[in-house]
């Protein structure tokens, strides 16, 4: 089954510098590769995604890159601020499961130091 | 917020007990799951429905059990609860599949 590796677990970055969460995974297969955002106390929500006949995109101060042939992925987040702070989960949707199934990476601790 | 609420929000119950969490939805989305949250672990999927009485397992389903009798309801039973069941579980709902998942404000379970 799909497996995604997250790196770093935490990460300490001072506001304005970029930061910068890489995700691996196993699946070939494996079309959807969404990010989620998860605050203190809060629930996760999706701050961009991406399929895999896209190499990259950008929503403002976010960016997503997919390699397919290394199968791994990246989030960017530039001009950090400090209520970027929180958990990211990176996570991916293997075909095979018909899209039912999103395995999701152990997270990131992002700080944003001001 | 889309709409979807859980209950209870917080429950503590004993080793050995049946415990069930309600996720209610407005959205009329097919899709729901049930994740668990765990430090070091991310969210893991526990079940998932693809439609009134549809469910299916996820990666992690020992010791649970789920029902979807309404489109809006899905809910998730513990048969017999365990202290590894401690957890915060979040249900989240889904238009399509491989799309964005929309979570619910989870509930904290504690097993003692």
């Known amino acids: 089954g799909e497996n995604v590796e997250q790196h770093p677990s935490t990460l300490s970055v001072q506001e304005g510098d970029s930061a910068v969460i890489k995700c691996t995974y196993s699946?070939?297969?494996?079309?959807?590769f969404p990010w989620y955002k998860q605050e203190l106390g809060k629930r996760p929500q999706l701050i961009i995604d991406?399929?895999?006949?896209?190499g990259e995109k950008k929503d403002q101060r976010i960016a997503v890159t997919l390699n397919k042939t290394a199968k791994h992925f990246s989030l960017h987040i530039t001009e950090t601020q400090p209520e970027d702070s929180a958990v990211y989960f990176c996570?991916?949707?293997?075909?095979?499961?018909?899209?039912?199934?999103?395995?999701f990476g152990a997270g990131t601790r992002l700080f944003v130091k001001a | 917020d889309a709409g979807i609420t859980q209950s209870p929000r917080h429950k503590v119950t004993e080793t050995g007990t049946p415990v069930t969490l309600r996720c209610h939805q407005t959205e009329n989305h097919r899709y729901m799951y049930w994740y668990r949250q765990d430090p070091g672990h991310g969210l893991r999927l526990i079940h998932y429905s693809y439609g009134v009485k549809d469910t299916d397992k996820g990666e992690v389903s020992d010791g649970y059990s789920v029902s979807r009798s309404k489109t809006e309801d899905f809910l998730l039973t513990l048969e017999s609860a365990t202290s590894s069941q401690t957890s915060v579980y979040f249900c989240a709902i889904s238009e399509s599949r491989g799309t964005e998942q929309f979570f619910g404000p989870g509930t904290r379970l504690t097993v003692l």
């Open positions: 699946d070939s297969a494996s079309n959807y």
């Open positions: 991406i399929r895999s006949n896209v």
């Open positions: 996570a991916a949707s293997p075909k095979w499961t018909g899209g039912f199934k999103t395995i």
